[in-house]
């Protein structure tokens, strides 16, 4: 043995009760797992001795947008330190290859606007210097601490085959056949399978519909089918009906997409709000009568709360509310001066607070923003305070006091929005969402909206929540649901699971602390920009193929980690 890790309680994925034993780890596989002290074990080059501590295997992400931090940071950070030992990119339609020569300046723009990169660190952080999904996935090989796998983004299908003809346009048949070829080419490379976005909250840099949005139907099934034609794949995709709910052209959609590829159909993300039911029954019910008709759909939900920051200087969610887009996008004098302006806040409150919000209602909690970092002598002291006692204090309503600070900043107020859906009943519903069969955990976007969200730390937070806070599972249950059922999904071989024969991608953690640090804003990206960052509590290794790559909540230098091919290191799921 490579390594002998005894006396740990052994929670393997499956979510079978945990038990006491001892494993040990061979070649980069689980070789062993045997009772405490049986003997299979003796001789190992190391020892662990993990009394009190938990071993499971390690957790998959399976929304990622590692496509770019992973070619300057291969320890995909924060996610590592958590316990993420594979991650899945090139999700919502958006993959940095294929890659036509000279169009690294218009991705580079399309993806900070879009996902929310810092456009200096992808010009400083990379070498835009492929054209082939085989050659971007060999940037990776050999140079990695975690396991990834990437999808193949249709907005850089389009673009290489149509140029700028793919935003606006529509393709001629020999293009269609290109992209067809391109893309079965990329998956012959490793590509995972295909995605796609229709929602309207995706935008390039140059404010217009991304690629993909101009596709139409026939598109869309002529590349699914070609998935269809591949082992391993699978297909992923966002719509205006992950927002909102779905009407029943889009379930057709749905339905017929899934089926031409006859593949899983997975979306991100079911935000459970016990305010909006009927958005959340919606969405199961596609699902369900996606299951009727022979199809799978799939939807991702995350477990906790995502931490994110707002403010009405720089682009955020705080632009996809209705109708506030051309507001927030006036120049910043012109900006204060309508958010000044009565009539303007007070169509901006109805707005938000109108259906067409959609998911984003969940933001209008306007009394629950906590105020983070002040620019002004105005706003001294109220760093830390909830807007909604600022405002009783001036006799105001909170959205005129959360206006009122920001624009004495000049707009730079950072803004920590509490969340609407934070009640007891919509903890019941997501209890309740995560026994679905169409209900997977994942979709915290990890890679991407760096200085606004970070939901890379769910891991931990659902371990400590399911341990010592609201419990609303079991500690098997949700390692299962962040382990063996997104391995199963994408058919990764030998991933998600402790058994012999399985790939040693394990963690260590101790139960009676796990858990994630607070955040806080790091300056560590390429080009000196910065990004939330939460470290992990309680996590005392997290293994790769046998390799510790963290040690104490702290990456290692090891490298150990491999790029998930499909049909090499995939196997075929179906639709049905």
């Known amino acids: 043995m490579d390594l002998a890790i005894r006396n740990v309680t052994i929670v393997d994925g499956t979510g079978a009760p945990s038990r006491l034993g001892d494993v040990g780890i061979a070649d980069g596989r ?24 938990v071993l499971c295997p390690g957790f998959v992400d399976p929304h990622t947008h590692y496509d770019a931090q992973l070619l ?3 320890t995909a950070s924060p996610s590592s330190v958590h316990g993420v030992t594979t991650v899945i990119g090139g999700n919502c339609g958006f993959t940095l290859a294929p890659l036509a020569p000279g169009d690294g300046d218009y991705t580079r723009r399309m993806m900070a606007k879009v996902e929310g990169m810092p456009l200096a660190a992808l010009e400083q952080g990379i070498e835009w210097d492929w054209e082939t999904f085989d050659e971007y996935l060999a940037r990776f090989d050999g140079n990695l601490a975690v396991n990834a796998g990437f999808l193949v983004g249709h907005c850089a299908l389009r673009r290489r085959v149509m140029g700028a003809d793919a935003v606006g346009s529509q ?17 012959r490379a490793g590509g995972l399978g295909f995605s796609t976005t229709r929602a309207r909250t995706h935008s390039d ?23 269809s034609e ?11 009906g992950c927002l909102d709910g779905f009407d029943d052209d889009e379930v057709e959609f749905m339905i017929r997409f899934s089926k031409a590829g006859n593949r899983p159909l997975n979306w991100n993300v079911l935000t459970v709000d016990s305010h909006a039911p009927e958005r959340y029954r919606n969405q199961l019910a596609a699902m369900d009568r996606a299951a009727g008709a022979g199809a799978r759909v799939v939807a991702l939900t995350m477990p906790v709360i995502v931490g994110m920051n707002m403010s009405f200087l720089n682009y955020c969610a705080l632009n996809m509310m209705p109708d506030w887009g051309d507001i927030l996008g006036l120049p910043v004098p012109e900006r204060i001066e309508k958010l000044e302006d009565p009539a ?14 959609g998911v984003f209602a969940r933001l209008t909690g306007w009394d629950t923003y906590v105020i983070g970092d002040t620019f ?16 009783a204090e001036r006799g105001t309503t909170p959205f005129d006091a959360l206006l009122d600070i920001v624009i004495a900043d000049d707009l730079q107020t950072v803004l920590w929005p509490g969340a609407t859906d934070a009640d ?42 399911s341990l010592r806070g609201r419990k609303l599972t079991t500690l098997e249950d949700a390692v299962r649901m962040m382990t063996s059922v997104p391995a199963a999904l994408f058919g990764l071989r030998d991933r998600g699971v402790i058994r012999e024969g399985a790939h040693a991608d394990l963690v260590l953690f101790d139960p009676e602390v796990v858990d994630s640090e607070m955040l806080s804003m790091v300056e560590d990206l390429p080009g000196g920009t910065g990004r939330l960052y939460a470290g992990s509590v309680g996590v005392r290794s997290v293994y790769v193929s046998g390799v510790e790559v963290v040690r104490d909540g702290a990456a290692t230098d090891a490298r150990p980690g491999s790029v998930i091919r499909s049909g090499v290191d995939t196997d075929t799921v179906t639709a049905s």
């Open 30 to 53: 689980i070789a062993v797992v045997a009772e405490p002290g049986s003997g299979e074990l003796d001789g190992a080059a190391e020892e662990v001795d993990a009394t009190g501590l």
């Open 72 to 74: 300057w940071d291969p």
């Open 171 to 187: 393709p001629s048949d020999d293009q269609l056949r290109a992209m067809r070829d391109l893309l079965a080419e990329s998956i």
């Open 205 to 227: 840099g140059d404010g217009q519909p991304v690629a993909s949005r101009w596709a139409e139907e026939p598109e869309l099934l002529a590349l699914a089918e070609v998935v």
């Open 230 to 240: 591949h082992d391993g794949t699978t297909l992923e995709f966002a719509s205006d």
């Open 344 to 357: 303007t806040r007070r169509f901006m409150e109805e707005r938000a607070a109108s259906p067409d919000a």
């Open 376 to 391: 002004s002598p105005e706003n001294e002291g109220l760093t830390g305070r909830r807007v909604g006692d600022i405002a």
């Open 424 to 465: 007891p009943e919509s903890w019941e519903l997501r209890r309740q969402a995560w026994q679905h069969p169409a209900v997977m955990l994942g979709g915290s976007d990890a890679g991407a909206h760096l200085d606004r969200m970070q939901g890379a730390n769910y891991p931990t937070r659902f371990l400590a929540d």
